[in-house]
């Protein structure tokens, strides 16, 4: 193992919030900044433009560590779409080009002959948050729903909504990939893992490292681009016949070397020219890495405005109201989504009054409610931890079911992550030990694990992160 460099970036892009820290070689946050992507008269379709304002601010308050920082890895939410002039079409904007009544159909998109499914057949992601249930097919409980790429709709929609820009942009990015475009002239497109393809879109070439390209005793691990056909498995047809598939970029696994900031690199993001930028890819990917969520039998829960609870496993694991998700390493993901979790806590603080309307003071909500057991509030917190304690359930039983072994202990990253009494409650409710990392935004986490192991200081992603991650069981 090659001597461990000074720090390491890590940024991820929210929906309202570019959140970045330092991290030195042992993984401890240096320092935490996080910028606000909200606007008073908030544009979605200029929201790149933001992440690079917001970036070089928070880069601004970096300065006294700037000849430090060795390499950045960048995640995000996804898919959002992003043409080369900045043009945006976040991951949550309604799509109006493919509707129910409107198929995928040429004009759009070639209606799929078979399910573009992963090639072990189960179900990929059909909405928007990777971590979002699925019910079963109607039938066994064992069967699986087909669902298209999630990326061939929006990259539709951007060019039914803004054909100039489509027009005039060589390659279309997704949020990550475009600040890593902008920073090292890099055109990738970050694929968590082979059996994710389907996806994104499958372009018939040939298969990805399941875990990113390993690199070689003390080298900088290169990109290992997925060569491009220009077909997906549709009815034969070219996909330049639909969308000039040039327009896509090739795939590369997370952890892979992007490049180095460039002059004009530096000019608009404040890092210093020749910083080197690994690939991050989807949060929730990133999360799954930071909080060991790539071992079977460990768990994690990331609880902001919505929640998603995540199992690690051998095999894919199949309940209602469960989605079965490829991990890294041939592994997999069960989770149940919360969809409304942290919104629910926003509501019940601001109908209880009290002084707790405001984000920043729902810890305080929390510890009134706990405080005071026979109130409306502590009855708005039992419920929603009860919730999380079914969801739970809901996976355990399944997965027990299907010889998997289970940790009894919960990982818990997110806004919910800084309340000692509402995990507390959580874990009783749901008869488990919850732990939290040395980075509560476990997105960060992970994207520092994962430039470690770009910078060729682990063999791999998994034993980076053994290394790195450091848990404590949150007790009284």
């Given at each position: ?11 991820d ?9 330092l ?9 935490l900044?996080?910028?606000?992507l ?19 601010e ?35 904007e ?13 004009g ?5 002959d ?81 059996r ?10 040939a ?41 896509l ?9 992007c ?6 690199g ?8 020749g ?8 949060d ?64 019940a ?9 405001a ?7 929390i ?23 079914d ?26 992550a ?6 507390l ?7 488990k ?7 509560l ?36």
């Amino acid at each position: 193992m090659k001597t461990k460099t000074d720090f390491v970036l890590s940024v991820d892009i929210g929906t309202s919030t570019l959140k970045a820290a330092l991290f030195d070689e042992h993984a401890n946050i240096v320092l935490l900044e996080k910028q606000s992507l909200l606007e008073p008269q908030n544009n979605p379709s200029k929201k790149s433009g933001k992440w690079l304002r917001a970036l070089k601010e928070i880069i601004l308050r970096m300065r006294p560590y700037l000849e430090s920082i060795s390499a950045a890895c960048i995640s995000g939410n996804g898919p959002t779409i992003v043409s080369e002039d900045g043009t945006t079409l976040l991951w949550n904007e309604p799509l109006s080009a493919i509707t129910p009544d409107k198929p995928i159909t040429p004009g759009n998109v070639i209606k799929p002959d078979r399910p573009i499914a992963p090639d072990n057949g189960i179900t990929p992601p059909s909405q928007t948050k990777l971590d979002s249930p699925i019910a079963p097919a109607s039938g066994s409980a064992r069967q699986t729903q087909s669902a298209p790429s999630i990326f061939i709709p929006r990259l539709l929609e951007f060019k039914s909504r803004y054909p100039l820009q489509w027009n005039d942009s060589e390659k279309i990015f997704s949020g990550p990939e475009y600040l890593i475009w902008r920073l090292t002239s890099a055109q990738v497109t970050i694929l968590p893992e082979i059996r994710y393809k389907a996806a994104y879109w499958d372009d018939g070439a040939a298969p990805l490292p399941q875990s990113g390209g390993i690199p070689q005793s003390g080298h900088i691990s290169q990109s290992r681009p997925v060569p491009e056909s220009g077909r997906i498995p549709q009815s034969g047809t070219p996909l330049d016949a639909v969308f000039e598939y040039k327009k896509l970029c090739p795939f590369v696994a997370p952890g892979s070397f992007c490049g180095e900031v460039t002059q004009q690199g530096s000019s608009i993001s404040g890092l210093l020219q020749g910083t080197k930028i690994f690939a991050g890819g989807p949060d929730f990917i990133a999360a799954l890495i930071g909080t060991g969520t790539i071992f079977s039998g460990e768990w994690c829960d990331r609880a902001g405005t919505s929640e998603g609870i995540n199992l690690c496993t051998t095999r894919p694991v199949f309940a209602e109201g469960l989605r079965t998700l490829p991990s890294l390493n041939g592994l997999w993901n069960a989770s149940y989504l919360i969809e409304n979790s942290g919104l629910l806590l926003n509501q019940a603080s601001e109908k209880a009054g009290r002084n707790f309307k405001a984000l920043h003071k729902i810890n305080d909500f929390i510890l009134y409610a706990m405080q005071n057991k026979n109130s409306q509030e502590y009855s708005a917190l039992d419920s929603i931890a009860q919730t999380f304690a079914d969801g739970v359930k809901k996976i355990e039983q399944p997965a027990k079911a299907s010889g998997e072994a289970v940790s009894d202990t919960i990982t818990i990253t997110g806004g919910q992550a800084s309340s000692k009494e509402f995990i507390l409650l959580k874990a009783a409710k749901a008869g488990k030990k919850i732990a939290v990392t040395q980075a509560l935004d476990a997105e960060l986490l992970g994207d520092a694990i994962l430039a470690r192991y770009g910078l060729g200081e682990y063999n791999s992603i998994e034993n980076a992160a053994k290394n790195l991650i450091r848990k404590t069981l949150v007790q009284q």
